[in-house]
């Protein structure tokens, strides 16, 4: 039997991350952006004040390169020696990111600060506020940006403590997703004598497995359009029995999001503009009174889609939103970064299986190539000879030309009868 303790796990904090791609958004975008990994770190400290926490984990890329800013470094060490003003102790591992192979300004951190080291696997008590044994908290950084040997394999238990908190950055089960780092497997870490595996690596927080927990806390800061969503840290709360409670706490400044507007029933470029006001209302809401940056994604087929194909109606569309809302230093925003078509052309489907014309033989030849695999590729390399023949074009796409993915059949079908029926007025 142990002691309750409370701790938060955190991970990915990519301090002084630069936000390409940025440089002709407003002014207010670009500060906001380039300070919210720094107002994540602060809003890191404040929970861990404020409820109170034993010791902060934090699974890897502290920093966003390995050669760290100064102006990252002090920000660090200033929030740790909060922390360390009010006994709560922290425990981190560098991942790829940010690996010791890189270069460091000679600051000194606060005693109750314990980095793990490169070598081997280490192990470090962890203690609540009051003095009593919490746990052993385990780690190892990386001593290089590639680390493909599977560390959690070199991860050993040492006796003494009623619960066990081992850091990993890595990648967990083979998200083909990222990049490949410290590998294993979930059955591994499941299987494990440990109570809290504390990942880091994967920006997208989750609960791969309970009782043990193995655990993404993802980033807490959203860095770019595919982090979506709130984005932070959890608070986990260990009772006296090892019972393990979650709670996730949004850190994050500045909130990624998308939207999906369908151009059904839209007729005119105004209707659509009103319908895209209506959907930039709606996520500032989910932004939770942080400041957004918002893609809007159009679906769905209508009278709009031809007119969308070549993107100049989009571009206007989001010309016109961003000058209706310009981003103001102070108070949150709403900047909408993006507008991506993705609609169809309005086709009877149905209809396409009876009809005897060019498209309907088009359609029944799909049908028939999507059932043989070995005919679907057949057809699709003599279709694409001549231009995999080519010596710019087949050297560039060689690649694209030996995998010939299946979604091409669909995806191009849906494209040639979507020109015909724009053309022709079909279904």
Known sequence: MGVPFRFIHAADLHLDSPFRGLAKAPEAVRTALSSSTFYALRRLTDAAIENEVDFVVVAG?????ADRSLRAQFALVKEWERLAEHGIAVYAIHGN???LGGRRAKLRLPSAVHIFGSKQMDWAPAFTRGGELAAHVYGMSYGERSVTANLAGTYALQDG???HIALLHGNVGGDPSHDSYAPCALEELAGSRFDYWALGHIHKREVLNVYPHVVYAGNTQGRNP????AKGCYIVDVS?????KLRFVALDAVRWLEENVSIEGVDTE???????????????AAGEDRSVMLRLKLTGSGPLHLRLKDGALAATLLEQLQEDAVPAAGSPWMYVHGI?????ASVDWAMLGEDEGFSGELYRLGERLAEDEAAWRTFAKNALAEMSGHPKLGKLERRKWDELPQRWLKEGRELAIGWIAEEGDLG
Do not use: I, R, S
């Open 61 to 65: 890329d502290l920093f966003d390169e």
């Open 97 to 99: 990111h940010d690996h």
């Open 161 to 163: 403590a009623p619960y």
């Open 226 to 229: 595919k982090e979506l969503g």
């Open 240 to 244: 006296a029995a090892g019972a393990a």
């Open 270 to 284: 105004q209707e659509l503009l009103t319908k895209l006001n209506a959907a930039v209302a709606a996520a500032g």
């Open 340 to 344: 991506e078509a993705a609609t169809t």
